[in-house]
């Protein structure tokens, strides 16, 4: 039934944010025109070239219809949490007082109202729904809007505010179609669940007979479903009967999520032995989408992880460009100058420019001793450990040969050690956001990791340089438990008091072994913390885990 919501709006909300595609475009569409085309044709591939276009763009409208493009294919893969996200990134480039925008501002709105519902937080959904209708200025879609706030208000009980929002809807709509029918479904089913004495059979079949003539597979998949939900105690026959209608219907539709639901109710109207092997097929088909959704949510992870860095590639090769010709001009002023002094026969000029020029490739050679000793911090602790990371992340995707994936990471991660990285800039707002992206990215079917405590609020105040040197400590950690521990279970608690950040790290896994090598890591580690004036203490017992207590001050 959510699909059938979302498929609904999609259909009638999509083409009007997209529609305000400008007539002559600038090369920098290119990469939305491509996704467009992928995402209507149903290409996962789709993601990765909105995430380009809303990267590489310069244009803010169409930034936000590629971040909102993006939160659609994230709900429809069940990552409404990331979903949310795309389209807060999408409301941030729109301005409300702009014509032009008013499509997009009502589409991520009715997202966020359907990426709310599906998070069952009705409240929140209801007011998406509002600032969704208060942007939309085209009927059908303001009418889906109406009925979706209608359908937020009736799953929170709210019956008497949504009955009026379906009458309305019912009185808008024609005779019959597509609107009609689910107003009128909406409508009697509601009224049933404020009165279960209410006869709602009648209306219900009317509606299910349209669907059927107009062959609206979608609709009649919604009849099926509120027929069994009615007739479910008072006559369990027949609420059978249009379970085993809705599951036939959502396997050929293709909807995972339907056909979960119908399986559901067949567990709870079918005797045994059918009940068992309902429950089986439910239990089989519930994990498997579970992998499936997990397997979606990394994949965009690493999607974005590869844009951003692609991106940050490409800024450092402009600066590097930039920088050498600064210095061939600069070196060729020098020189005209030079034989300038040297035109003139000033013996005291050309022994100042030989002096000066010394002086020059002493810094120079002095700059580069400088940056090989911080290379060889950096390496370890950014791009090794990021690497490893990213091995993590994808571990457990679907589909893909691990052992040949995981040897060429592998083989990557030991090629980078001598490779110089500029390290990313963490002391942005998103700082919460980024620190939580890189512990989940260790998450897989064999390893959960909980977080608690990291908030914005968290991390207020707190310098750039202890945000910095926490991040890489955090990242020391999750890599040796990674590849030492064989933990299974990770938790990482955040506390703020007294101006000072308490951070818990906690494991289930081997601990570490009595007379341990302090490596690089370890040995960077405690680098780290004493450069933030901090603490850092460990408690571990050889196969019962590791606990880490890291504290350190604000300021």
Known sequence: MKNLLLCLALCLLLPACRKAKPV???DEWKDYRKAYELQRLGKDSAYYYYNRAA???RDSLAIAMAYNNMAVIQAGAGDYFGAQESLSLSLKSLDEQNPAHRACLGNDYNELGMTSSALKDYTAAAAFYDRAIAFTDNIPGKR?????????LRDNKDYAGALPLYTQALRQAGPEGADYTRALTNKVITQWLRDPRYPAAPELLKALEIRKRENDLWGQHSSYAHLADYYYKAMPDSALFYAKAMYRLSRRLNSADDRLEALEKLVGLSPDPDRKAYFSLYRQLGDSLQTARNAAKNQFALVRYNVEKQKSENLSLQQENAEKRYQITYQQILLGFALL?????SGAGVFWYRKRKQRMELEKQNEIRGDRLKTAKKVHDVLANGLYRLMSAVENEAGLDKE??????EHLYERTRDISYDEPDLAGGDFQAALSDLLTAFAGTDLRVALVGNTEALWAGVAAPARHEIYYILQELMVNMKKHSGAKNVAVLFERAD?????HYADDGKGMPAGLNYKNGLTNTGNRINAIRGEINFDSHAGKG??????FPLN
């Open 24 to 26: 002559a475009e600038r």
């Open 55 to 57: 990267s590489n763009s």
């Open 144 to 152: 889906v809007m109406i009925n979706n706030k209608a359908n937020a």
């Open 341 to 345: 002094v040297l035109a003139a026969g």
């Open 404 to 409: 040949v994936l995981l040897d060429d990471l």
């Open 499 to 503: 101006n000072r950040i308490t951070v």
């Open 546 to 551: 590791l606990e880490v207590r890291i504290t």
